[in-house]
């Protein structure tokens, strides 16, 4: 099993992380919180309150662990095309997997890498929603959470073991086709602009990565609304039956619209984000190959 793609998917992962940390931050409010009136007024109101720091809240975690995540789906993905091709990361140029293959490989890595990312997702979560600002005015009560390693005792204390899963489900809903949509389209479109058996150029892979990343946040929205609730949920004892209990009151108290919150920042993230995510891994495998 070829390594040096975990150990690409893990460095690219982390890059692509630290870009895009503030978007998420932001999507994550809107999604979860009702007292913004939209990106903007979320922006200001965090820069505003928190600083620049704000934005970064519940990043150490992922900087580590979502790096580990991406390591896993990439990884996971190149050697299940391995397994349906015969064909190793160099040689796909040449002999270029079906779009069948690509799907499959891509769903098998978005659906493997759900449990890993599962626990550090819902401290990420729990961490970008405490919105008191690090210098507290006196008297005020601390944040639940004192940082992410606090955050996953508390959940694991509080809420036993099988709490660190909490919206794992969604998440599986949510990852195992729009992962198989991710690699099928940034297939598509490098091979759109790549003559037969050459390497896509960087502009091409910056492009294709960044589309991939849309196209697959786009469809992943609604469920990441879905599993952002569910993971706030045993906070505030708000619990849902499921994530269709969580679809039915959402759709009913907030109207159909609830399912595309975070859409626009999800885009605006996943470009950048993605774009730098499969460079920094196709330039690293190449200068590996
Ligand atoms: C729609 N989904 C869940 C994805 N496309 N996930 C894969 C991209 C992961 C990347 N590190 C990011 O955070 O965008």
Redesign the pocket.
């Given at each position: 099993m070829p390594v040096e793609e975990f150990v690409a998917g893990w460095i690219s992962?982390a890059l692509?992380?630290v870009l895009?940390h503030p978007f998420?931050t932001v999507k994550v409010r809107l999604q979860t919180q009702t007292t913004y009136r939209g990106i903007i007024d979320c922006m200001v109101k965090t820069y505003r309150h928190e600083s620049l720091l704000g934005f970064f809240k519940g990043m150490s975690f992922p900087i580590a662990s979502?790096a580990m995540v991406?390591s896993v789906?990439f990884g996971v993905y190149s050697n299940t095309l391995l397994a349906l091709t015969a064909t190793s990361h160099q040689e796909r140029r040449a002999q270029p997997p079906s779009y069948i293959h690509v799907f499959t490989a891509g769903c098998t890595g978005?659906f493997v890498q759900v449990y890993c990312l599962a626990p550090f997702d819902l401290i990420k979560v729990r961490l970008q929603n405490q919105t008191e600002p690090r210098a507290r005015p006196p008297g005020s009560p601390p944040p639940r959470y004192r940082g992410p390693v606090h955050c996953a005792v508390s959940i694991f204390q509080e809420e036993g073991p099988r709490g660190l899963f909490r919206g794992a489900w969604a998440l599986t809903l949510?990852?195992t086709p729009?992962?198989g949509i991710?690699f099928v389209t940034y297939e598509w479109l490098c091979r759109q602009s790549t003559r037969d058996g050459q390497d896509p150029s960087p502009a091409t892979v910056l492009v294709a990565g960044g589309f991939a990343?849309i196209a697959?946040?786009a469809?992943?929205t609604p469920l990441?609304v879905i599993k952002s609730r569910l993971q706030m949920a045993g906070l505030k004892r708000r619990a849902y039956r499921g994530v269709l209990d969580c679809m039915v009151s959402s759709a009913r108290q907030e109207g159909l619209g609830v399912f595309f919150r975070g859409l626009t920042i999800n885009s605006a993230?996943?470009f950048p984000?993605?774009a730098v995510?499969f460079l920094s891994y196709e330039y690293l495998l190449r200068s590996w190959g």
């Open positions: 992962g692509g992380l895009g998420d979502i991406n789906l978005g949510r990852d729009t992962l991710y990343g697959s946040w469809v992943a990441d993230r996943a984000v993605n995510t």
